[in-house]
């Protein structure tokens, strides 16, 4: 029988700490990795290495000051490693040419420093090079989005899945696939030349906010947010604005994650516990992210052509930011904006928040009606805020034996333990009472 091991031993501590230092710094050794080795399977694989070493290094010496710093460099010495043993193999004049940098910064430190701190100040960075790498036009699109978000993200192929409501096995094929395609296609290690920009745009901008949409709501675990993964899809967001200026949907896509990042502060108490919108203290709202995310929107509204999605989506955001509370919310104008998004974007999700807005502009019948009719979609069949609504809209209609079983029902959908508590309290305030 396998005795189980003490939360507080050495390795039990380090194993947390470790996988907590994945969830931060994995894009960042794998893009780093990948610039040496140009190939971002082996790079993925090179990391999980320096995360080993970690979990073998780290219960005897202690966590170091500075965990990224260590895991880069236990990834560029392995990374160098491969690159010696593949050229001594090879000893084709081609394949040294092309690490012949790799292999004097390995020899060379002061050099290796200065290379690092020139292209830190390029705007396309390691983890730019490394979305665009994923985004690359030779995979599908859906392959494009679940690889970056592993590689960049840090999410598991469960977390994907539930992002893109498509089986698990699905996003780990594509996954896998994506890998294979990439490295037999070698495709290079670089931000694409302006003219190739376009066709890849699109799948980046999905891709970044699906990451700051897994850190503004986690998927699953304890948390409700993941700030840290906000802040990166921000940090990327920013560059590609500055390497696209004239694109309105960068700009767009910014404001959109400015405005809504502005809530993190107050969306969870001081235990951890969730805060829907409606319940937020406003005055914890960040303004600083919010003057940017309006400053966005206006760039956005300078370029040419009509507004897209992500521009459509920041206009809603900004329809909260200015109301000065809940009750000064313009809901009319909401149920406008996404009459407009749904010209673009028919999803049932997006059909559903529209519902969710015309209750709150028209009363819950007119939007129970809607979201009626949305139940019969496949892609909502596991979604736990179609029952959240519906639970939202009966209980407003004082059918609350109705709404509790279906705040139940989504409380039993979700894999998030603050989403289950929120959900499970509504539950149990509409539950009959003896």
């Not at 390995?106 to 705007?123: G, K, Q, S, T, Y």
């Not at 696939?177 to 003219?195: D, G």
């Not at 920041?314 to 109301?323: F, G, P, V, Y």
């Not at 673009?344 to 209750?359: E, I, K, T, W, Y």
Request: net charge neutral; charged share 25%; aromatic share 6%.
């Amino acid at each position: 029988m396998t005795q189980a091991r003490d939360p507080h031993d050495p390795f039990t501590a380090t194993r947390r700490a470790v996988e907590a230092v994945w969830r931060i710094e994995s894009a960042k050794v794998i893009a780093h990795a990948a610039r040496i080795v140009r190939d971002v399977g082996v790079a993925e694989e090179i990391a999980q290495d320096a995360f080993v070493a970690a979990l073998e290094s780290w219960p005897a010496s202690g966590i170091p000051e500075n965990p990224g710093a260590w895991l880069m460099t236990v990834a560029k010495h392995r990374a160098l490693d491969r690159l010696r043993r593949a050229a001594s193999h090879a000893r084709a004049h081609e394949a040294m040419g092309a690490d012949l940098e790799a292999l004097e910064a390995h020899f060379a430190p002061d050099f290796v420093e200065a290379l690092d701190a020139a292209r830190e100040n390029e705007i396309g960075d390691d983890l730019l090079r490394l979305v665009f790498v994923a985004c690359h036009p030779v995979l599908p699109k859906e392959g494009r989005a679940a690889l970056t978000l592993r590689l960049l993200g840090g999410l598991t192929t469960a977390e994907i899945a539930r992002a893109f409501l498509v089986p698990e096995a699905t996003v780990a094929q594509r996954i896998v696939r994506a890998r294979r395609t990439l490295a037999a296609a070698k495709v290079p290690f670089e931000v694409p030349r302006l003219a190739d920009l376009e066709s890849r745009l699109d799948s980046v901008f999905e891709v970044i906010y699906l990451i700051f949409n897994e850190g503004y709501t986690a998927t699953a675990g304890p948390d409700w947010t993941r700030p840290a993964l906000c802040e990166e899809a921000l940090r990327l967001g920013r560059i590609l604005a500055e390497l696209v200026p004239r694109e309105g949907e960068v700009h767009g896509l910014v404001a959109l994650m400015e405005l809504q990042a502005s809530r993190l502060p107050a969306r969870v108490d001081r235990a951890g516990r969730a805060v829907l919108l409606a319940d937020q203290d406003r005055s914890r709202w960040d303004a600083l992210l919010i003057r940017r995310g309006l400053a966005a929107i206006a760039r956005g509204a300078a370029c040419a052509g009509a507004p897209g999605p992500y521009a459509l989506q920041a206009a809603l955001a900004a329809c909260h930011a200015r109301a000065p509370n809940a009750a000064a919310t313009d809901w009319v104008e909401i149920v406008s904006i996404y009459d407009a998004l749904l010209e673009l974007d028919a999803s049932p999700v997006v059909r559903l928040n529209r519902a969710v807005a015309v209750g709150m502009a028209h009363g819950p019948q007119a939007a129970l009606d809607l979201v009626d009719a949305l139940c019969a979609e496949p892609a909502l069949r596991h979604y736990p805020w179609l029952p959240a609504a519906r639970g939202d809209l009966l209980e407003k209609l004082a059918r609350r034996a109705e709404a509790c079983a279906e705040f139940a029902r989504a409380a039993a959908l979700t894999q998030n333990v603050r989403d289950r508590e929120v959900l499970l309290a509504r539950a149990q305030s509409c539950a009959p009472r003896a």
